[in-house]
């Protein structure tokens, strides 16, 4: 029997039925060991040591795995085909090394590019070693972000109170987004003006024309900047004769895309399908682990994190056959197209994205799919067809007209494009970042020199130059692989961070910085300016691709690195809190305190008139206070506008006909449908929480309503019929079926997820079991009876696993596990502790007893607490406060201690 260990139990349940019944397959549920989220993790003083840890959830998984490899004659790893399911593959084997579960068995690893039975069956025959470049890459990538989330982190919680961790990544990223926020903020609008005529031909044919020249001089699109200039050329153009001076008609040829890579699927599902890259990786992996058609679990595109774009040659023949039967041999090429990667690392540069089986066209499959996963296999199918049809052929159309007023000679210019043969386009065309047109896609009537024209209206325009617009999600991921930084694997994970630190928020699609993350960039960039810079970022990643290549040693990369770093850490230990304040109140000035209408300092008080404004930093994060302050204690956010953002009325709700109004409350901001004098007695008004990550000021009437509809019904459950509600809680969005509660992942929308995804995370919720947090209690794992307490159970706790039966608890020493403990030695443990007084079952019963005896006997009688603490004398009041103080400020210490701990538990997750 041979033993295949894949990532995802949907996975190993195909690649089993494809391998049969000498194979066992099983998952390692993704990874299975990790940096403990504590100081000493990675040691730079030792080599860089790096100390990993079973995550809990995994050691059943990897316990299972040793228990099969037992009886298995080979161990084959197949987890994904990149750096991650590379390094997965080697935490599972050094996982069995450690538990001396290997012997003599042979350890292969295959990878495969689709979940198909020709794909595994190919792989199976191509085993492999472990990459131990990939695997150093790993490691140097979770290296570098675990020394800068460490490291890092505290000094911002130290300089920055209330500011969040910083990542090696995701700060560069934040510093995209709020470099752009400055930008807008600091653009200055520039009028200038556009005369456009329309014009016929003899024929009564009309078209457009601009005013592109005047008296020999060129006029650009910036050119005419008052009204007055565009007046004269009014007047000139007015009094004019046309006619033709010439016709320049080119032949272009416009060329397919590429197939699909991770960066632009995600790119372009933003645009055309409005996902979030989070939501689209997770869609397509579902599709890639497979769907069922006709009874048999399908992979229906390639893996989903790639940036190659060639696909394979069996696939391109497909390809050619679809076209022809779908659009005609017309729209086959002569000869096939290849593409060439532009990955820097030819060891990651896998196949593009594309469908397994490209006859498996999208209306035959959407029957078998949720709605997310139709459009996007659909998109990835026609852009893989399009990737390898006939190019379109155009015909770019200039007419340059001539204008006589008088001693005057104007200029006008029309362009126009005609597709001759549509080509790809017949089936595809790539969507935009924004909403402009293409000025040469309209088409121009035919047209000869000399030929006279007459002038039919005349637009004169006014416009304002305006600031680049903010990024997109598509349109920073697109950023991001142009400047070299992250990976495919991590433009998803980099934005979805950036949210929920709220450091960013999405606004009718766009991203726009907050004021916390602005902050933490004003920071980074005055005192680790280096380790911001986009280059610097750039730089890394191609050095953890060298390290791939093995071109380099991975720890004298990190040596590199941490010897400068180190060093700028050092360097700002000093400073104090108000230094770093000072600094960042002159950065962040203009956003701070923008210009006032009146002209006055921007900075003066508005409260007492007499103090300065300036950053503050609170518990809670950075503010704006009076320099006053005790006597004055005015306060506000950075942002000056942001306490204007409630209490404001929306608009009228039409089926009720009562206002609706953003209002401030004790624990924020709500929205409001009507008023208390609307209701019956005893009533209250309808009200809906505003979503975490939106701001009050971006809510609008439209949305205001849907937040107030909620929770609404999805729909029936297909197995019970009871209906499935969505909603939003305390917690955030959610799903409910009956008792089951599952929070929407990053990607849903509360407002319009479907049924099948609705019962997909109910089913998923179903399958964890229930809570096992602050509302839930764990179970644990029963290992039997106990002569005299009952049950005996296995539990993790805070502080490690113990054994519990009766309400006696006992800790497992550290030379036994949860899964190795026997009944008997829970049993030797519990009475050990039980003999120590341990236990919550044997106290309470004892005090009791001793109370009722004491009044029995007649030597005292109960006293209530306040009688008692009344008759004390104060000598002996005084003596329990000196005994207890220790007591109360080694508490105190704990307490303090815990947020600490709980961010640096922070940090180290989110790197």
Known sequence: MNLVIVESPAKAKTINKYLGSSYEVLASFGHVRDLPAKNGSVDPDADFQMIWEVDPKAASRLNDIAKALKGADKLILATDPDREGEAISWHVLEVMKQKRALKDQQVERVVFNAITKQSVTDAMKHP???????????????????????????????????????????SVALRLVCDRETEIEKFVPREYWSLIATMATPRGETFEARLVGADGKKIQRLDIGTGAEAEDFKKAIEAANFRVATVEAKPARRNPYAPFTTSTLQQEASRKLGFAPAHTMRVAQRLYEGVDIGGETVGLITYMRTDGVQIDSSAITQARKVIAEDFGNAYVPDAPRQYTAKAKNAQEAHEAIRPTDLSRRPSDVSRNLDSDQARLYELIWIRTVASQMESAELERTTVDIEAKAGSRVLELRATGQVVKFDGFLAAYQEGRDDDSEDEDSRRLPAMSENEALKREALAVTQHFTEPPPRFSEASLVKRMEELGIGRPSTYASILQVLKDRGYVRLEKKRLHGEDKGRVVVAFLESFFTRY??????????????????????????????????????????????????????????????????????PRQCPSCGTGKLNLKAGKFGAFVGCSNYPECRYTRPLASDSAGDADRVLGTDPDSGLEVAVKSGRFGPYIQLGEAKDYAEGEKPKRAGIPKGTSPSDVDLEMALKLLALPREVGKHPETGQPIKAGIGRFGPYVQHEKTYASLEAGDDVHTIGLNRAVTLIAEKVAKGPSKGRFGSDPGKALGDHPSLGAVAVKKGRYGAYVTAGGVNATIPNDKTEDTITLPEAIALLDERAAKGGGKAKKAPAKKAAAKKASADGEAKPVKKAAAKKAKPKAEGAAASKARAPVAAKTAAKKAAKPKDAAKSSAAKNG
């Open 532 to 601: 911001v810079e986009y280059d610097f970022t750039a730089g890394l990643e191609e050095d953890l691709d060298r390290i791939s290549n093995n071109e380099v040693s991975w720890k004298q990369v990190l040596s590199d690195f941490w010897r400068d770093f180190i060093g700028a850490v050092d360097e700002i230990k000093d400073l104090r809190v108000a230094q770093v304040l000072d600094v960042l109140d002159e950065m962040l000035g203009p956003h701070i305190y923008p210009a006032r209408e009146d002209g006055g300092d």
């Open 128 to 170: 492999r070693q472990i990459d131990g470049a990939l695997v150093d890459a790993y490691m140097a990538r979770r290296a570098l972000d675990y020394l800068v989330g460490f490291t890092l982190s505290p000094v911002l919680w130290r300089k920055l109170p209330g500011a969040r961790s910083a990542g090696r990544v995701q």
